[in-house]
């Protein structure tokens, strides 16, 4: 017998939630720490206790309701692989917006990000999959709702960084971020297709707005952006899986990013990503509710098949 075939298959699903929640863990550990993070340690660990009691109240509900045992049970590990997501979601949170003081803010964002993914839901092929980003949408929601809220200044994820060390950070986020996406997440062409249309949006502005070119490709600079494009942009659960519609997906959210800066609204990204999360969730609507018909002539048929093979 073959000991290669005994081997089970690897989940690059869960070892990627693990590599990303490990990566963000300690983003945030060292930023508070030591980089310079704005925000106080309160509120990451709000974020994180909102985050976990609502991913597990939801699981709850809808175990109970389809009459299920829900997926945190058996253990440790399926708990902890469970809250994965979760964790993830409340981390990037709560370091990206900044509320001041305020902690029930960054508790709102976190609960409408978790609730998106029950709420938010479309059907693909035999099962139901969210398609709005959840960490994103519940800091968009969160933006447009509460004024007084803001995006994390970005000058605080190297704030006490100095010299060589400048370009330490971006770098290990740059190799860190393409070697998560090419072998676990498989997101490369989004990620190319989004970066190749960002600069393309900033020529154009520069060209026929009048802006200036280096402002407008300043933002690829900050980390922000490599956060925003490594660990946020990306997230399997919400984009396309082929390489053609992820190259559409990416050239998508620069596009929309560059009209809204043409229009001075500001929070670009982020709102860009949720209008294209949003148009494709509509679009798999609709390509599911046309394909209902031509299933259930295929089952009509199977059933005519059955019935005529057993008389």
Known sequence: MDPQAAKPAVDLRLVALQRFAFAITLLNVLGHSFL???????????????????????????????????????????LVHFLLPAHITGLAVSMLLYSNELIMPIVFATIVAIASKALFRVRVDRGRRHFMNPSNFGITA??????????????QFTENLHGWADWLLPVVIIASGTFLNAKLTRRIPLIA????????QAVLRSVFFDTELAAALNPMTGVA??????????????????????????ASVAAIYGMLMV????????????????????A??????????????GEAQTGAGIAVQAS
């Open 36 to 78: 310079g993070f704005e925000q106080s340690w309160a509120q990451p660990l709000a974020a994180l206790a909102a985050a976990y009691a609502a991913e597990l109240l939801i699981e709850f509900v809808d175990a109970r309701t389809q009459g299920r045992p829900a997926k945190f049970r058996g253990g440790l590990r399926p």
């Open 142 to 155: 969160t933006l447009l709702l509460f004024p007084f809220v803001g995006i994390s200044p970005p000058y």
């Open 193 to 200: 297709s989004w970066l190749g249309t960002f600069v393309l």
């Open 225 to 250: 952006f490599l956060l925003f494009t490594y660990y946020m942009l990306t997230d399997p659960a919400t984009t396309p899986s082929a390489a053609r519609p992820q190259i559409l997906f990416g």
């Open 263 to 282: 229009f001075h609204v500001v929070f670009g990204l982020f709102f860009a990503l949720t209008f294209v999360c949003c148009v494709r969730g509509a």
């Open 284 to 297: 798999l609507a609709v390509s599911a509710r046309m394909a209902q018909p031509q299933q259930a002539r």
